[in-house]
């Protein structure tokens, strides 16, 4: 199965779920609501025609200085590879600056657990569920998320 029939399957199988598709470079990314970010990331790993077995990486975006956000400041962004079936997409689900969560990926994937806090080490994403959220770069007094836009480039 094709990428684009991938975006399409999330589609049908999740109506009013999808927000866009895009491709760029070959890669197609699909922009999903956060509310079911869990059962369409178990779908796609479990559906056999998918397989997405392995979560290559998970990370997070600050668009802050970008106009027509609308409040949606940041995004989560998981790009999910079938080892087994070699394909691969990326889903994409924004964010408020007022309220970053987004529930926890690990029951799909174990190695979500280091990519999450990561992404909320750099970047302030709180993963709702997660088993270990902390820090895991930075010292656990560090103040501040060095990733996001108004973090100063000298630090505090």
């Not at 059962?39 to 290559?56: G, N, T």
């Not at 975006?61 to 990326?90: A, C, Q």
Request: glycine fraction near 6%.
């Amino acid at each position: 199965m094709d990428p684009e029939q991938i975006a399409k399957t999330i589609e049908e199988r999740f109506p009013g779920q999808v927000l866009g598709t895009s491709t760029y470079a070959g890669q197609v990314g699909v922009s999903v609501k956060p509310e079911m970010i869990v059962d369409i990331c178990r779908f796609l790993h479990d559906e056999p025609s998918i397989r997405m077995d392995h979560l290559a990486d998970l990370t997070a975006v600050d668009y802050s200085t970008y106009p027509g956000d609308k409040g949606l400041r940041f995004e989560v962004v998981y790009n999910m590879i079938s080892m087994s079936l070699h394909h691969r997409i990326r889903l994409k689900a924004r964010l408020p600056e007022d309220n970053p969560r987004i529930d926890t990926v690990t029951p799909v994937w174990h190695t979500a657990n280091w990519h999450e806090r990561e992404t909320y080490d750099l970047m302030g994403i709180i993963f709702n569920g997660h088993p270990d959220l902390r820090r895991i770069l930075l010292a656990e007094d560090w103040e501040g998320h060095p990733l996001r836009k108004e973090y100063p480039l000298k630090g505090y």
